[in-house]
């Protein structure tokens, strides 16, 4: 039997359906994209004229949807949400429950935090959390690319551009071109094709292109035709750049030149000649997506796997654009009175509440209190907190005592009730409900959540403790929530997590409370404990650190002590330093804390052993000031363990929206207890952002990694600490061309290029293809911390005969196998990949198995007909010792060479198998080529001068006549000879 479950495990993860748990409302029914949207930031400046290109691009991305996905999807209903910041006017209608931190698609101006500072329109890019087929964080177009005169000239259409988009985001597809700034690693311009036996461009689709491989001249600045040709390969530096006019091939979107009026259809691997997919292809999107075509991806999804949404003929695919303008916050606290919540977890639950009443809430938020045990009863209706006063008064209200029953969906009536006081709609309110229990009245619960889903209202939801209605979870997600886990355990923060959540939720970065340290331990008699945070150069803005205790005293039961960077003390002698006795906390508020180290000291007073929280958290340092900030999702709300589904923890480390690389991320998570109750510890894991195992992309700021180390059905919460790494962090500064994502490839003609005539805006000549890219430039990100709360997945069952400690899992594919050199003359490749875990991405593995061939795609459909690489191959490195996850392998293979021919073309691949005999998916395929030689740029004359800025210097002006000449007599010539067509495929211009 445990044979069975191995096996099917490996199959399930291999083709894993994860989804963030970052919400979303898109539907597609009946070919109809329903719940789309678009939202602008608050820092955009109001103008009209970007409501309309917005309309234009919609309108023609939703035809252009409607033909490349044959008939089968196009935008129905559309919504863009308008900030609060522009003022309201009678056509923009409810947001409901629309907020910018859900959009689908965002809209940013030249605010640093969003824009690469250039004069150039930014390119639209999208962020990628998740790997092949699964849905994306968000599209991001900037406001110059949408106003500026030069999108179309640099772009081309801006509704292609947006579909493009669409295939990274909505279906997980990544980009059929050589990709040097979102794949740098594994950028290759051409490769040697077996099945054709020939140099071929890195694209898709396999047909008849006309194209100009050209080289730029950076001494020159100019183009010319490459040296070399299709049998030897090109020299390095050459790009094949496609022409505006193609006739025989109308694939592929994500080659990305959507501006050629031909490319109308994704590459599928069959039964579109004109579009077909080549496996073979050393692309991005091969590499992730295991060769498949973009075409299959697109139909595993569920928009159209299993034949949903079949072709149909529609007259008309305009989509309805709904403007609608961001409401004010309304949130309603949904509390857990029932019996089960006595004792420790209501005082618990009342200390969390009214430390975010008193002092996590910010000003211009409302709020109302709800309880419910066997009915739901309304504490305090919709009051809007201007003051600290309004605060304290709605913390008092908060319940300590307990009754029988456990009625949710009482509990969200009543919530219903308080949103839609005074005949408001209670559209695009919020809810944090909190529960322990068993609900006792599931129908009248499922009755509500079908009303809250029409009434678009949010629902977070907290289970305290692994007794906790296990349906919160349907609730949570139907409404587009988040889950949050809260256990008995002294350590345990998921309380005080969610409500930070709540209150970051909607906040823009200068006004967002940033967490630094929250902590619960248990300190014994007289014990004293000192913790440390950082506040950094973009923080220290009304600073408060909160601590609670949950015994009954007269008095505080604990001494706290400040001591500032430069050895200033707060204590209770500080003005700032309050003690609320009737709500057992203490609150201290530093203004502006200075920045450095500071040292939190926590003293038990107490006769006994108690239980204290303690916590941090600070603004901005100023308006002008960019916070770094980080974010955390995970892979769902419900882990299918059973069928082979890790849990999967992301973080997104930023400042505005420059990546922070090289921080130190590690990830805290706390598991069920066992059969008879008892606590298994929570487990530390590092997060990494290094483009191997669960990490899509390197040096994005996005860190990630799986979670293996399950106990049992239950609640797993996940909490984050981030931190400067001694000093290593970085972060990626704003400059043309640094962000490392998918991103829209610039259309250019050709034939103009080798004219001399290269597009400039201003004075700037516009970065091309081919061209070399900027460096990217870091800046040392300051000495910082933070923490923030992961939320929490439930594992509802495990796998057949399955014990905690099991081997079941088996490493995790190798995504990033490179080639790093070639050796005609020795006979040498070197290969080099991130290790592989025992466990997916934990651990470390037995041993590696590695074959080459001679084609890529038979490696990939036969892997075991491959020769098999040994030992004897290998002069750097061992297959029978892998290193731990996260470490780079290098290998030098020795391999034959027959010198009688130019070009040896070689494909390799490997995977890892573990101590149990478990064999890793096969990794993705390489390809090296060995060349006896490489085709070098013709020498220069050394008195050629180079040409002013889009012209021609008068020795080039001369050779370019005199090779228009050659030319001509040369077509004449093969005209007559009737080799024309196979001539044209072995100079610069290729047809092929």
Not at 66 to 73: G, I
Not at 222 to 228: D, Q, S
Not at 335 to 345: E, G, P
Not at 517 to 535: A, K, L
Request: charged share 20%; with cysteine; net charge negative.
């Amino acid at each position: 039997m445990r044979l069975v479950v191995q096996t099917l495990l490996l199959a399930m993860v291999a083709g894993q359906c994860l989804a963030l748990t970052k919400p979303s409302s898109i539907k597609l029914i009946d070919n109809e994209y329903t719940g789309v949207l678009f939202a602008i930031h608050p820092d955009v400046p109001e103008d009209p004229q970007l409501i309309e290109e917005l309309k234009s691009m919609i309108i023609d991305a939703s035809s252009y949807l409607y033909r490349a996905t044959k008939n089968r999807a196009f935008f129905k209903t559309v919504t863009i949400l308008i900030p609060q910041t522009w003022v309201d006017k009678p056509i923009y209608e409810d947001p409901k429950n629309a907020t910018f931190q859900k959009a689908d698609v965002i809209i940013a101006g030249k605010n640093p935090r969003f824009h690469l500072e250039s004069q150039f329109p930014s390119s639209p890019y999208c962020k990628h959390f998740e790997g092949c087929g699964k849905q994306s964080a968000y599209i991001h177009f900037t406001t110059d690319f949408l106003m500026s005169a030069y999108t179309e000239l640099l772009f081309g259409n801006k509704g292609r551009i947006l579909i493009h988009e669409w295939g990274h985001f909505r279906w997980g597809l990544f980009n059929e071109y050589a990709d040097e700034i979102a794949d740098p690693d594994h950028s290759q311009e051409f490769y040697f094709s077996p099945s054709k036996n020939k140099w071929v461009p890195t694209r898709c689709s396999d047909g008849r292109w006309t194209s100009y491989n050209l080289v730029f001249d950076e001494r020159r600045r100019n183009y010319r035709y490459c040296a070399g040709d299709e049998s030897k390969g090109y020299e390095a530096g050459c790009v094949s750049i496609p022409s505006a006019q193609q006739d025989y091939v109308t694939g592929s979107i994500m080659y990305g030149y959507t501006s050629i009026e031909n490319l109308v259809d994704f590459c599928a691997s069959a039964n579109l000649t004109t579009a077909k997919h080549i496996a073979e292809v050393p692309n991005k999107h091969n590499r992730i997506c295991n060769s498949k075509s973009s075409w299959e991806v697109m139909l595993e999804h569920d928009d159209f796997k299993g034949g949903n949404n079949p072709a149909r003929k529609i007259d008309d695919v305009t989509p309805t654009i709904i403007l609608a303008r961001a409401r004010p916050r309304r949130t309603v606290l949904v509390l857990d009175t029932s019996s089960s919540m006595k004792n420790r977890r209501i005082t618990k639950l009342a200390s969390a509440a009214r430390n975010y009443l008193t002092s996590l809430l910010t000003h211009g938020n409302s709020i109302g209190i709800v309880e419910f045990h066997n009915e739901g009863r309304i504490i305090s209706p919709m009051v809007e907190v201007n003051s600290d006063d309004i605060k304290r008064d709605l913390a008092t209200l908060i319940p300590e005592e307990t009754s029988r029953g456990t009625c949710i969906g009482c509990g969200l009536e009543k919530a219903i009730e308080v949103l839609s006081e005074g005949g408001a709609s209670p559209s695009g309110g919020e809810i944090l409900l909190i529960t322990d229990g068993i609900d006792t009245y599931p129908a009248t619960t499922e009755e509500m959540k079908n009303q809250l889903v029409e009434f678009s209202v949010t629902v977070n939801a907290v289970a305290f403790s692994n007794t906790a209605e296990k349906n919160i979870i349907n609730i949570q997600k139907a409404t587009g929530g988040k889950l949050w886990f809260q256990t008995d355990d002294p350590e345990s923060t998921g309380l005080y997590d969610a409500f930070m959540a709540t209150i970051q939720s909607g906040a823009q970065d200068y006004e967002q409370r940033i967490e630094l340290i929250s902590t619960s331990r248990e300190f014994q008699e007289g014990e004293i404990r000192t913790y440390g945070i950082f506040i950094d150069s973009t923080i220290g803005r009304k600073t408060s650190f909160d601590f609670a205790y949950y015994v009954n005293t007269d008095y505080a039961p604990l001494e706290v002590t400040l001591t500032s960077p430069s050895g200033e003390i707060f204590d209770n002698s500080y003005s700032g330093y309050g003690t609320e006795l009737t709500f057992k906390m203490i609150h201290i508020l530093v203004a502006e804390a200075e920045r450095g180290f500071w040292n939190i000291e926590i003293h038990n007073t107490y006769s006994r052993s108690q239980e204290i929280f303690m916590a941090a958290s600070s603004f901005a340092r100023s308006e002008d000031v960019i916070p770094i900030i980080a974010t955390s999702e995970l892979s769902g709300s419900i882990t299918d363990f059973s069928n082979g589904q890790p849990l999967t923890a992301f973080v997104e480390v930023r400042q505005g929206f420059n990546p922070v690389v090289n921080a130190r991320v590690t990830a805290i998570i706390e598991r069920p207890p066992d059969d008879q109750g008892n606590n298994y510890p929570s487990v530390e894991m590092q997060l990494f952002d290094n483009g191997a195992g669960a990490d899509i992309t390197r040096d994005d700021g996005i860190y990630s990694r799986y979670f293996t180390n399950f106990t049992g059905v239950g609640y797993y919460g996940l909490k984050l600490k981030i931190d400067n790494n001694d000093g290593l962090a970085l972060i990626l500064k704003p400059g043309n061309g640094n962000a490392p994502y998918s991103h829209a490839h610039a259309s250019v003609d050709p034939e103009e290029l080798l004219k001399g005539h290269l597009p400039q805006i201003g004075d700037q000549t516009v970065l091309l293809p081919g061209m070399p890219l900027p460096e990217p430039s870091y800046e040392a990100a300051p000495s910082f911390s933070r923490t923030v709360g992961g939320g929490s997945s439930r594992v509802s069952e495990t796998p057949e005969n399955w014990q905690p400690g099991d081997d079941i899992l088996p490493p995790i594919k190798i995504t990033d196998l490179t080639v790093t050199a070639t050796s005609y003359q020795n006979g040498t490749v070197a290969l080099s990949f991130t290790a592989p875990g025992d466990d997916l991405d934990q651990g470390t593995a037995s041993y590696y198995v590695m074959r080459y061939s001679d084609s890529a795609s038979r490696l990939t459909t036969d892997f075991s007909a491959g020769t098999l690489i040994t030992a004897e191959d290998v002069l750097t490195g061992n297959l029978e010792s892998p290193r731990s996850f996260g470490t780079r392998e290098g290998f030098l293979l020795k391999v034959p060479v027959n010198n009688d021919i130019q070009a040896i073309p070689f494909a390799f691949a490997v995977h890892a198998v573990d101590d149990s005999g478990q064999t890793g998916e096969l990794s993705n395929v390489v390809q090296a080529t060995l060349r006896q030689q490489i085709p070098a740029a013709p020498a220069a004359p050394a008195d050629l001068d180079a040409p002013t800025s889009g012209g021609v210097g008068i020795v080039v002006l001369a050779l370019i006549v005199v090779g228009v000449i050659i030319v001509v007599l040369g077509v004449v010539t093969l005209l007559m000879t009737g080799v024309y067509l196979r001539k044209k495929s072995s100079d610069g211009k290729s047809l092929g």
